[in-house]
């Protein structure tokens, strides 16, 4: 990573992929800094993995640029393919093969020789704890050790930049952790991570800067801070003894907490943000118990209070103004999302 | 997150960060492999999956001794008297159309193989770019060779006398196997062009019976009307059977080996580059 001055690890302006009918990525601009961890954030569809298939020179852009180390993806590939590894939303070695013959062969394919490939499998598959499942193949592995295999395989040669495309996807909060601490071992060595996600929670443990794409768009872009403080620290679920007094919270709750009240469509529960608008993230939690004396001093019962991040429905909510689930429903969606990215 | 039970009974070894840490600072990067180093690894990934999924050879093993047994006692009567005559001039040919219909797996495998998600990582890696093929032809070349042997042993079983020797019938499989290998990059395009399994296989049949039945495998096309004739004397099929069964009965039959090596570089410098393009293009 020698030529480039810019100190950035992926640049793109305007990247463009249609399929079809499809614009998958539709006019994309990033810029990743190097030694960091990039967070992507979208729901399925958004265009995460077509976008990372272009910076992985897997697919090739229809319109704009992108350069990775300052290497053009298209015109520079083989010099892109050299500091780059993929770790895929499906597994991406082979089934067939036992971990250790994956490792390997794609040791062998990198250029070293029977005897290193061999040792550097051994040494993967111990750090990694799979030493005994070495002689399995992939197939029969559980999730967390399919992650596993994967990110070892994209580490076999220390990359520049280390692609993870949805890397927990499916697998059990135990297994996330894992994966998680892998990542923060990788970007300590100084390698570039770009992860695409659908958990906002995984980007905020994870990234020090996320994109919040949708329909192929970036919607949203900053720090974590920033992108919190867009969309607020958190919400407040609440449920009541008596649907009665439903009206009486909901009026409660605006005035402590000045926010929206939603009333959700059980009678008893409501949701309200916090630490939202000009807050800065923090104090939600006092915003919160302000709000909780405030309805016990007013007489309401609460049974059940919860104060949790914004998922990612809501992060969609805040910026787009529909959620997830219209973002696959056609083209009403489609309005009010240019409106907002506009 | 730290609820996460302690009591899990099959629970992963963790992943120990120290050494992960050293592994990731150690790491220097070789040179790249050559294209034949690579070609090669990716041969030997095919010779993997033949030992971990063995069935797979089941149509280099029990469809060529189906051939033989077949069409020997099917026609040897009626066209040369008795089956152990006819052998001595149709194991050669039957050889070369059973191996040519097997090098049609090739398009299967690689439609189904493609899809997988180890694609994308071969596809990232800074290789030569046709090593992957290569070497997927590798591994079929030697199946193509096993067929070969099988048959031969089916062949020698029922009466089949090579009067070329060992070094004929040795010549004759060397030429076989490299004309396949040509070959099979007509099957790799149609694997990478078509969508499904199905396709891949339909066209497949369309273009392989025809091509293999219409030779000289079974018959002296003498008594063919004048333009089957025309097709039938310009096959790669017919050269390639010409030339095996005059190399496997020692004699060294130099035209024939000539057109059928002409057509195993016409099929690389047709199909190979038709591939590329479509497989950069996945």
Known sequence: MSQHTSGLAIETSGLVKTFGETRAVDGVDLAVPAGTVYGVLGPNGAGKTTTVKMLATLLRPDGGEAHVFGHDVVREADEVRSRVSLTGQYASVDEDLTGAENLVLLGRLLGHHKKAARERAGQLLEAFGLTDAAAKQVKHYSGGMRRRIDIAASILNTPDLLFLDEPTTGLDPRSRNQVWDIVRAVVAQGTTVLLTTQYLDEADQLASRIAVIDQGKVIAEGTKGELKASVGAGSVHLRLRDPAQRPQAEEVLRLALEADVQLEPDPVALTARVGGGAANGQGAAEQAARALAELARTGVVVDNFSLGQPSLDEVFLALTGHDTRDAHDADDANDSKDEVAA | ?282
């Open chain 2, 1 to 282: 997150m730290s609820t996460a039970t302690t009591t899990e009974t099959k629970d992963l070894a963790p992943v120990r960060a120290d050494s992960l840490a050293a592994l990731l600072v150690a790491g220097e990067r070789p040179p790249r492999p050559s294209a034949l180093s690579a070609s090669l690894t990716f041969g030997w990934r095919a010779i993997l999956k033949i030992k971990h999924v063995p069935e797979q050879l089941f149509d280099v093993t029990a469809f060529p001794i189906m051939m033989v047994l077949m069409y020997t006692y099917l026609f040897g009567g009626a066209l040369a008297g008795s089956p152990k005559e006819y052998i001595q001039f149709l194991l050669p040919g039957i050889l070369v159309m059973s191996v040519v219909m097997i090098t049609m797996y090739t398009g299967v495998s690689v439609n189904t193989d493609i899809e997988k998600g180890v694609f994308d990582r071969f596809r990232s890696l800074p290789i030569w770019r046709p090593s992957v093929m290569v070497g997927y032809l590798l591994g079929d070349a030697l199946r193509y060779t096993i067929a070969s042997v099988v048959m031969l042993t089916v062949g020698m079983l029922l009466g089949y006398r090579p009067d070329g020797g060992v070094g004929g019938v040795l010549a004759g499989i060397a030429l076989l196997v490299v004309f396949s290998f040509a070959f099979s990059w007509i099957w790799t395009m149609f694997g990478l062009m078509l969508r499904t399994e199905k396709s891949v296989m339909g066209v497949s049949m369309m273009v392989i019976f025809p091509l293999t039945f219409l030779s000289n495998v079974f018959v002296d096309p003498k008594t063919m009307p004048g333009w089957l004739q025309a097709f039938v004397n310009n096959s790669p099929v017919t050269h390639v059977a010409s030339a095996v069964r005059g190399l496997m009965a020692g004699d060294w039959p130099a035209a024939e080996v000539a057109w059928s090596l002409g057509w195993a570089g016409l099929f690389i410098a047709v199909f190979g580059p038709i591939t590329m393009r479509l497989y950069n293009r996945k």
